[in-house]
């Protein structure tokens, strides 16, 4: 799919994809997943800003998919 397909959705819009930012773990990192699932539910993409010592990186984890 083509990510300027993708619909997003946050605050009551609808969309194929909702997301957060994890601030209890870092508050640079975005996490997005499926509609109707949530970040607990393993089947995310997270985004982690770079740092001053640390590049950007993206991990998935697709066990609960």
Known sequence: MAATSLKIHRDGYSGDYDF????????????????GLSENDQCTVSYHQAKAVEPARVEINTDGC
């Open 20 to 35: 957060k930012t994890d601030t209890s773990v870092d508050p640079h990192v975005i996490i997005i997943f499926p509609n």
